[in-house]
Structures are given as structure tokens and as C-alpha cells.
């Protein structure tokens, strides 16, 4: 007697193991079916296209993926003011969404890097100016930049990325 509730109570656990398995596997397929709808939905192929490919930095200025555009590195006037910098980085964006036929109101995600944080509110008039009141959400670090380094170097730089449709 001692056996057999031995081996239900394996079996009833080896059932829901079995389950689990099972119900793992249906989200797995369900996920691949959803990306393959997308894919189809692109002509069988999901595009990825590189745009101001640099090769000496080895990286490119924009990448069109899907939906979305990944840009990185926009500055522009080194060795200017703050003010002048954070217009010269948006140029640099404005410049490369136009690659893709889109502009500073189809941003929607920036990361901005700073020599020094406090110069944010700098950055917040120029977004004001020329971002059309569509905002972008973004996050603000202070970092020391590898690049055009020193007191009038490089003071600002933006990272974004922007929606395609």
C-alpha cells in the first residue's frame, strides 16, 4: 500500500512537472510565432539598416531597426560654451534623422552626458527651442569623455533614440 501512494504521489508530481514543461514550451512558440508575424510583416525580412557608418570609430551614427532608430555620439561646436555645444549636438541629430526622413519631434528617449551636470537647465532652454514641445523622456550623467578631453573640450554630448511610423 505503502508503494503504490509512493507512486502517486511521484506521478502527481511528475504530471505537473510535465506541465510546466509543456506550458514553457506553447509560450516559447507563441513568442517565435509573434516574431515571425513581424517578420512578415516586413516582407520576410526584418530590415536593419546602417546609417554615417565611421569607419575609423567603427560605429555608426544611426541604425534603423525595425520601428526604431538608435542614434549615438550627436556633438557638435567643441570648444564652445555649453549653450553652443547642446545646439551643436542637436544639428548633429537633426542632421542624421534627416538620413532617415524624421526630426527632433520623432525622439523619444535621450541620454545626455555632461562634463558637468549642473549645466542641465542649459540644455533644458535649448530642448525648449527645438523640440516643438513633443519632449523627448531622458536621463542627464556627468561623465569625463574619452574624446576631445580637457577645460575646452568636449562638454555635451546625446545619445536617442526615435520612433519610426
Excluded at 509560450?27 to 516582407?43: D, L
Excluded at 538608435?70 to 564652445?80: E, P, S, T
Aim: hydrophobic share 40%; proline share 1%; aromatic share 16%.
Amino acid at each position: 500500500m505503502l508503494d503504490t501512494i509512493r507512486n502517486l504521489w511521484y506521478h502527481k508530481y511528475a504530471i505537473k512537472f510535465l506541465i510546466k514543461i509543456i506550458r514553457n514550451y506553447f509560450a516559447f512558440v507563441k513568442t517565435k510565432c509573434k516574431i515571425f508575424a513581424q517578420i512578415y510583416a516586413y516582407g520576410g525580412k526584418f530590415m536593419i539598416e546602417r546609417y554615417d557608418v565611421n569607419e575609423e570609430w567603427a560605429h555608426c551614427g544611426i541604425i534603423k531597426a525595425g520601428d526604431f532608430c538608435f542614434l549615438n555620439y550627436c556633438v557638435g561646436n567643441v570648444g564652445g560654451s555649453i549653450e553652443q555645444q547642446v545646439n551643436g549636438a542637436f544639428d548633429e541629430m537633426e542632421k542624421r534623422l534627416a538620413l532617415v526622413g524624421l526630426t527632433l519631434e520623432n525622439v523619444v528617449q535621450m541620454d545626455c552626458l555632461f562634463r558637468d551636470i549642473w549645466d542641465i537647465p542649459v540644455m533644458e532652454k535649448v530642448i525648449k527651442e527645438r523640440f516643438g514641445g513633443k519632449y523627448p523622456v531622458r536621463k542627464s550623467i556627468q561623465t569625463e569623455f574619452a574624446h576631445f578631453g580637457g577645460e575646452n573640450g568636449l562638454k555635451f554630448q546625446a545619445d536617442a533614440v526615435a520612433y519610426c511610423k
